[in-house]
């Protein structure tokens, strides 16, 4: 009879610890994985924050009105009159109301684009050549918007005009009313703008956390503002040292000298800004310490259309 020869009991043990052993540096090869990927998408979130906070910022500032540019310039807050839309106006002399073509032409034509709808609390720019009138210098004349309507092509902008065809009778034209009348060189074609005034600013939420946030602003006249609305974030907290605010921003003339006080933000020409956001949770990449990470996005905008 053939007696099978098994493990004896140290053989067992030996094999037992091994297996622990693997098993050991197995669970903590994924444990660090899992805390690489986890820090990964934390630093991921964080550059996010920054990153769509100097889009947004770039994005209004480079289209800001050329008139009152600033109505507000401080180190963490800046009010500006952002483009929300951009046509022609169909009628000469227009008087109490502007009429803009529609944004869909037949023939694909773009004579107007809107990034938001216009309304009562917005404003309107349109150029006046003053060419027969009073024989002035061309300028941009504002306007504060009455109501905004809109009428068939036909009736607002028929295709006698230039600006529409036939085939556009039933698409539906703007029809902008002004609080005070257009002035008497406004001519069918002039560039009209469409404005809405904004302030960002570096605020603290209800959560104790500090965020970038947009409020809508009344269209003229002194700065009233409605309720704080959050754009991204969380960012670093509000301090009077540059270097260390979750939002810092700086001023410079023509000439590139800096602004401390800019008035009413018309020396303004040049904004450089600066986001910084530190992560919620601190972050290991392999063998280092556990710390929260800090990101920032600088950037530099130059105002256009100042004349």
């Known amino acids: 009879m053939t007696r099978c020869k098994g493990f004896t009991l140290l053989e067992l043990l030996v094999c037992i610890v091994l297996l622990a052993l693997v098993g050991g540096a197995i669970s903590e090869s994924l444990r660090r994985q899992q805390q690489l990927f986890r ?28 008139l009152d540019t600033l109505p507000l310039a401080t180190d963490s807050a800046v ?20 009429r803009i073509p529609p944004e869909r032409l037949r023939n694909g034509t773009v004579l107007t684009s809107l990034l938001a709808a216009p ?25 504060s918007i009455a109501a905004v309507s809109t009428q068939p092509a036909s009736v607002a902008c028929p295709a006698a005009t230039g600006f529409t065809t036939a085939a556009d009778a039933a698409a539906p034209a703007l029809v902008v009313t002004l609080r005070a009348p257009a002035g008497a060189g406004v001519r069918p074609g002039e560039p009209v703008r469409l404005l809405r005034r904004t302030r960002y600013s570096l605020y603290r ?8 946030g947009t409020r809508r602003c009344n269209p003229l006249g002194a700065s009233s503002c409605n309720v704080i609305q959050p754009v991204s974030g969380p960012y ?17 003339a023509e000439d590139g000298a800096p602004l401390l006080a800019p008035a009413g933000g018309q020396a303004v020409a040049r904004i450089e800004l600066q986001v910084r956001a530190l992560s919620r949770a601190p972050v290991s990449l392999g063998l280092r310490l556990s710390a929260r990470y800090l990101d920032s996005s600088a950037l530099s905008v130059a105002f256009r259309n100042r004349d």
Not at 205 to 212: A, E, I, V
């Open 39 to 66: 820090s990964i998408a934390v630093m991921l979130a964080v550059r996010g924050d920054t990153r769509d906070a100097a889009e947004v910022l770039a994005a209004d500032l480079s289209t800001t009105s050329p």
């Open 79 to 98: 009010e500006l009159y952002a483009l929300i839309g951009a046509s022609v106006s169909c009628d000469s002399a227009p008087g109490y109301a502007i």
């Open 119 to 143: 309304d009562s609390a917005d404003v309107l720019l349109v150029f006046n050549d003053n060419r027969g009138a009073t024989g002035g210098e061309p300028r941009w004349d504002r306007h």
């Open 205 to 212: 939420s209800s959560d104790s956390k500090w965020y970038l």
């Open 236 to 252: 670093q907290s509000y301090s009077g040292t540059a270097a260390q605010s979750g939002l810092s921003i700086w001023y410079f």
